[in-house]
């Protein structure tokens, strides 16, 4: 184990279980290996999120918190910065190392003074308010500049499904 | 890692729950950002941030900017925070203690007030402790629980108790001194008009000193000796004391440039510090950084640490990052015996394999010898019945036809396998050319009737030329076998 980022992890287990933000759950999915973590996202009120629940999966490089983890939905999500496969396009999950993108600020990118935490809320108003400057899904981008409803429809639909409505 | 060691991470929200939820502010501020521990050397960068030594390093070598504003920054240019590493080790002494009584002050407020204003006022005290805890940002969220505080002076009051309370802990290092005092005085010239002897400290009257040295065996009395030696220098208890920064007797090591050194230039540099030189190029780079920041972090600290330690740090950042990490398998050695190779231990932890090889070679070395014989009885047999003679005997004559072709091949053969020689020549014939020997062979059985009805079970009334024409059959996919079994060295 990785004294370093596996200590870190358990600190921020510990923090997150003992005063969590509000409509966010993480933890290790297992806790032999502290390396991946599952977490559940609450949809946002007032979006048509709201009253979703959303399971995601995160995966910690060895060198945390030197590298951002990843994070992917494991449920259908609709939503223009997350890609098809559920792979979430965030600023904060990306090193600033590599700009392939080259529009995103220094500053909202990750360091390690970031933490599991502030990932998690970033991503619940990034679905809140999506970033359409650089979509990750395209259709999904375009849907929600252009058809505003058509898009929201579907994300109700995924909401209920996921609830298993 | 077991909810067990989850539950042992001393952490900022252990405070939430008890009568003392602001501290838990207090303690994450003595934490450092990077690593969430407690500060461990802290160092302050330019741009007046203050980080572990060792996190700060680790994040400059990384990408070489501060993690919390992003300022460019150099670690030659950190600067040691001496005053908040006395303020955490203070508080880290003091946080149990203070922690356990905070804890009783929750449960006893619970029992005590159970009427009246007080009760109210715990109650809109939880509520608000709820909301803060429900904030969307955490800074929100303990701003709401500092004010909460503030807006209520009853638990101000009482966190100010308690703090008394847990003042009076340091009590423990007057003690301390009221020890050293009552131990002082022995150690102090005693007013009692005797010297001491100079070689054993036994006390005598002036006068007695050079006769009793004539007899004194310099033994020394033990318990006189031992309180000199545990007799503190005169100074306060440590505690109070601001330590002075340590002259540190290692050196930092500067970083190299990596761009002007080839591998083997590299290697030597990794070898004259005493640190592994397996790898590749990127891997020697990766683990150079990574001794420079862990020995620099050292040579920071005000309580430095063995070379031994640290090598055993750098050896948990290998098994975990570096070349013995899971799934960096491209960085570990490959194809080059390591120079530590321990080849007993190699043997014995790949002991039951090698025993499964050696049965499995061992078995298939039988079976080919019990097949040989097989085959050369069944020979026998066969060569002894008449008619069945024939066909067996047939295939030498052809072999003799196509021997040009034939020579090659056993040539190659022959320095592995001569005890198969006899079997080789029809072998690779039979490759070379199967369907001439087999169809000469039934014809001049005169069994082509055989050939044609192929499924053999079907024809009861030739079951005694059967067995040859099988035979023949079956030797044909046999010899291959054998051929191909010719590169195998282990037979």
Redesign the interface.
Known sequence: ????????L??????L???????ITAG?AN??D?FIWEALIQGPEGTPFEGGVFPAELKFP??Y??APPTMKFTCDMWHPNVYPNGMVCISILH???DDQFGYEK??ERW???Q?V??IL?SV?SMLAEPNDESPANVDAARMWRERREEYEKIVRMNVRKGLGL | ???K???E?A????W??TSLPQF?VLESSLRC?????FYDTPMITSCSHTFCSL?IR??LS??G?C??C?ASDQTSKLRSNWGLQEVVDAFKAARQGALELARRAKENEGVAHGDGAATNGMRRGKRKLEQA??????EH?RVTRTKQTRTQPKRGTRSTQASQEVITIPDSDIDAEEEYQSEAPEEKEPEDGLVACPMCDARMKEELVFPHLDRCDGKPKPERREARASTPPPAPPQSRQNPAPPISPMKPLPHLNYNLLKEGPLKKKLSELGIPTFGNRQLLIRRHTQWVDIFNANCDSPRPRSTRELLK?LD??ER??GGY?PGQGQTAPTGVMRKDFDGDEWSGRHKGQFDDLIAAARAKLREKKQAEQKAKEEEATSSTNGISSTPTKEPPPLMSNQDPAIPDIISEVEPHQTHEQPHQPSLSKRNDDPPIPALSILSSAAAAMVHDTHPQHAIPPTHCSEPHSLQINDKTPTSPDGVYNIPEPLS
Do not use: F, H
């Open positions: 184990m990785s004294a370093v980022a596996s200590k870190r358990g600190t921020e287990y510990k923090n279980t003992n005063d969590p933000p509000e409509g290790p806790e032999d502290m060895r060198d918190p030197l090193a600033p190392g220094a500053s360091s390690p003074i933490s935490e502030k809320i619940m | 890692m077991s909810p060691d989850k539950n991470i952490d900022s929200t252990d939430l729950p838990s950002q990077v690593c969430k521990d996190c680790r994040c990384s990408d900017k993690p919390a992003r805890d429900l904030g969307p940002e955490e969220g740090d948990t950042w975990t990052q990490a």
